[in-house]
């Protein structure tokens, strides 16, 4: 499960186009909802270092670059830039209880509907999940089958590590563990269907004794 804050600081940022007279204002604005945001990330165990990862900058505009090129996607391969549909995707309301998620994180939720996936059978399987440019979660698994550190999907201080694997012969597949608070297990599998233009990410997850499975459905952009 992996969550972000991007429609929230979007929300707060100044827009394109304002008169030149509103930008003092929408800088205060601004200026307020960072405030308050890294409030509630700090008390909620995010480390300030790591604030600027998630939340706007002291000044200036927020982006970041895109992903590197892909090239043109094969119908049989995952890799492509792909947008939820939420129609047909699971719900996640269970998947946040069992963890506890802040009500800024599940506000975010929604907004998190582009992700672009990198499967390099010979080096890397490469995740980078977008939510409107100013924060990408990105995570990177070697095919080697080396076990590797990245920061907890729930924001909370610490890591995850995981690894990548191949199921059924074919498909791509994310397996992480972490400690506690809420310590457990979660494993995201990738699988194409409608002939290669529709994407399943197939989560199934374990937090001390509960379980669940929900799918997240994605097509081609």
């Known amino acids: 499960m992996v969550v ?3 429609q929230f600081c979007c929300s707060h940022s100044c827009h394109l ?10 800088q205060r604005r601004t200026k ?36 590197e090129a892909i090239g ?21 309301d269970e998947a946040c209880d069992m963890v506890e998620l802040p009500w800024v994180f599940r506000k975010a939720l929604k907004f998190l509907n582009t992700l672009v996936l990198l499967d390099d059978r010979s080096t890397m399987f490469k995740t980078v999940l977008k939510a409107g440019g100013i924060m990408d979660v990105v995570e990177e698994y070697p095919w080697t089958g080396e076990t590797v550190k990245h ?17 059924d012969g074919k498909w791509p597949s994310i397996m992480v563990t972490w400690e506690g608070p809420y310590s457990g297990t979660c494993r ?32 081609r952009a």
């Open 4 to 6: 972000a804050l991007q």
């Open 17 to 26: 186009g304002v008169p030149f007279c509103a930008i003092g204002v929408q």
């Open 32 to 67: 307020r909802s960072r405030d308050i945001l890294n409030s509630s990330l700090e008390s909620y165990g995010v480390n300030r270092d790591d604030l600027g990862r998630y939340c706007l900058p002291e000044s200036g505009t927020a982006g970041v670059s895109e992903p």
């Open 72 to 92: 043109r996607f094969d119908l049989g391969s995952v890799t492509g830039t792909w947008k939820k549909l939420p129609d047909k995707s699971d719900s996640m």
């Open 151 to 167: 920061s907890r999907r729930d924001k909370r201080k610490g890591f995850h590590t995981g690894k990548v694997e191949i199921v």
């Open 188 to 219: 995201d599998t990738f699988v194409l269907e409608q002939n290669g233009a529709e994407l399943r990410q197939i989560t199934e997850m374990q937090v001390d004794s509960k379980s669940i499975r929900y799918v997240t459905v994605y097509q």
